[in-house]
Nanobody
């Protein structure tokens, strides 16, 4: 299993970024996919999740600003982040898992600062 994130960077408050996670090594179309983030000195938190059928779930702090989506033909899951705030600064991780198996990407840094 391999999860490779891309799309992080530095953005000003109010700006937008789109993160992408390329997945391989498992049946992507049948698996839940999740974006987590971890800010310095804080615990890792779930940001957004999407089921194989496209149902989504978000942490309250990003509702209305972030959108998770998936392309089962390309084996990718994206996180569109709009109206970014300094408190969104964190390393963002792509995650999947089933049964006793748990897989993480290497993470991509998102920094929101003027």
């Amino acid at each position: 299993v391999q999860l490779v994130e891309s799309g992080g960077g530095l953005v000003q408050p109010g700006g937008s970024l789109r993160l992408s996670c390329a997945a391989s090594g498992f049946t992507f179309s049948s698996t839940n996919m999740v974006w987590y983030r971890q800010a310095p000195g804080k615990q890792r938190e779930l940001v957004a999740a999407i089921t194989p059928g496209g149902s989504t779930n978000y942490v309250d702090s990003v509702k209305g600003r972030f959108t998770i989506s998936r392309d089962n033909a390309k084996n990718t899951v994206d996180l569109q982040m709009n109206s970014l705030k300094p408190e969104d600064t964190a390393v963002y991780y792509c995650h999947t898992g089933w049964s006793v198996y748990d897989y993480w990407g290497q993470g991509t840094q998102v920094t929101v600062s003027s």
